[in-house]
């Protein structure tokens, strides 16, 4: 299993490493107040952690919803977090322009689960030497994300990281098979377990999506049991109150518990394959 560093986290190392944070960036306030809680809570708990939140999200299911701030007021929050906190950033890019403009910034570039196929997009963010962290994609099957690491590859990057984000089950459901997580770990690459969106129902409340948040512990728990690299999830101070996939998101003040077990069951599994 290849070890992917990033700055102080490790993925595919001993410890379970975490990636959370707001689904959008919401405001400078909120995004830092979150960035503070979620610092301290990863040094409290002594695990490897990288922040999250999108300064656009492109793809949500109304042209009514609230998108972000866009990438230059976002990007310069996200650099904000990453230079006060000294913390590792990670965001979406959307189109290939935003790759090199993007990787000034931030730590890793996430390619969104439904634009993962996309052979421009992996190439330039590739090209960057960044990490990219690439959801799988709900209509894909785990064995065909060795292409999209091939693209990847042969753009010269091998700083890779896969993430399992629930398959389409159905319309305005998702389903987590858990093999897909071993599967993709045979590709030799760090794999991370979205628990929040894979709880999601997209498009399921008409106008925006919707989602089963009180599950996304216990799938976390499952995916832990498995044997991943990492869990993301998406937070917020309040969850109902939220701009994007409220229904989804884990409120912080359950997260540290949430975590706790986590990092039990991971320590469990740990022993196993010693």
């Known amino acids: ?22 689904c959008v960036i919401e405001s400078v306030e909120g995004t830092m107040d979150l960035a503070e809680k979620l610092v301290k809570l990863a040094k409290e708990l002594k695990v490897p952690f990288v922040f999250k939140a999108s300064f656009d999200k492109a793809n949500r299911t109304s042209i009514d ?7 230059l007021d976002g990007l310069e ?6 230079d006060r906190f000294n913390v590792p950033v990670l965001t979406d890019i959307h189109e290939a322009w935003q790759a090199e403009f993007v990787a000034d910034v931030v730590d890793i570039l996430q390619i969104p689960a439904f634009l993962c196929r996309q052979t421009d997009l992996l190439v330039a963010a590739a090209e960057t030497g960044r990490v990219i962290n690439v959801k799988k994609a709900q209509f ?7 292409n999209v690491i091939a693209k990847i590859e042969a753009s010269g990057n091998n700083n890779i990281i896969l993430t399992e984000r629930g398959s389409s089950f159905g319309y305005n459901n998702l389903v987590a098979d858990m093999r897909s997580l071993l599967i993709m770990r045979e590709f030799g690459y760090p794999v991370v377990f979205d628990a929040t969106h894979s709880v999601q129902r997209p498009g399921g409340a008409g106008k925006t999506s919707g989602g089963d948040g009180r599950w996304a512990p216990a799938l976390a728990r499952a995916a832990v049991a498995t044997g991943v690299d990492g869990v993301f999830m998406e937070t917020h101070v309040n969850p109902a109150e ?32 010693a």
């Open 65 to 71: 919803s609230y998108r972000g701030p866009g990438i």
């Open 77 to 82: 929050i996200l650099k904000e977090v990453r």
């Open 1 to 22: 299993m290849k070890k992917i560093k990033v700055e102080k986290a490790i993925f595919g190392g001993k410890q379970l490493a975490f990636i959370a944070g707001p």
């Open 242 to 273: 939220a701009l994007s996939d409220k229904a989804n998101a884990i409120a912080f003040k359950d997260l540290k518990k949430v975590w706790q077990n986590l990092i039990a069951i991971h320590a469990i599994v740990s022993k196993g394959k």
């Open 140 to 146: 894909l099957a785990p064995e065909d994300m060795r």
